[in-house]
């Protein structure tokens, strides 16, 4: 069974960076395109930056300029970068394929103070 586990969250001033990242145990990693999501306090999780299988990336608006996704095919990681947080950005974050299709993890938790 495939599995996802984040990790990288915590507690950061706003205007700091945090690095997120995500293992996914199991063979179908390579073959699928990626995303990060969120869910803040009240709100529907959202999907705020996917990386195809060759690398190409999209955001969403909110965190464009701001947010880097990458993947790292041979160990079945992709991470996200986050730099000029902002205390909007508190939420949980989770990983998974796009369109979600793998059971959801537990998320890292990203708290920004202002």
Same mark, same amino acid.
């Given at each position: 069974?495939?599995?996802?586990?984040?990790?990288?969250?915590?507690?950061?001033?706003?205007?700091?960076?945090?690095?997120?990242?995500?293992?996914?145990?199991?063979?179908?990693?390579?073959?699928?395109?990626?995303?990060?999501?969120?869910? &803040?306090?009240?709100?529907?999780?959202?999907?705020?930056?996917? !990386?195809?299988? *060759?690398?190409? /990336?999209?955001?969403?608006? #909110?965190?464009?300029?701001?947010?880097?996704?990458?993947?790292?095919?041979?160990?079945?990681?992709?991470?996200?970068?986050?730099?000029?947080?902002?205390?909007?950005?508190? &939420?949980?974050?989770?990983?998974?394929?796009?369109?979600?299709? !793998?059971?959801? *993890?537990?998320? /890292?938790?990203?708290?920004? #103070?202002?």
């Amino acid at each position: 069974q495939v599995q996802l586990v984040e990790s990288g969250g915590g507690l950061v001033q706003a205007g700091g960076s945090l690095k997120l990242s995500c293992v996914t145990t199991g063979n179908t990693f390579s073959a699928s395109p990626m995303g990060w999501y969120r869910q &803040a306090p009240g709100k529907q999780r959202e999907l705020v930056a996917r !990386i195809s299988v *060759g690398g190409s /990336t999209n955001y969403a608006d #909110s965190v464009k300029g701001r947010f880097t996704v990458s993947r790292d095919n041979a160990k079945n990681t992709v991470y996200l970068q986050m730099n000029s947080l902002e205390p909007e950005d508190t &939420a949980v974050y989770y990983c998974n394929a796009v369109p979600p299709n !793998i059971n959801w *993890g537990q998320g /890292t938790r990203v708290t920004v #103070s202002s």
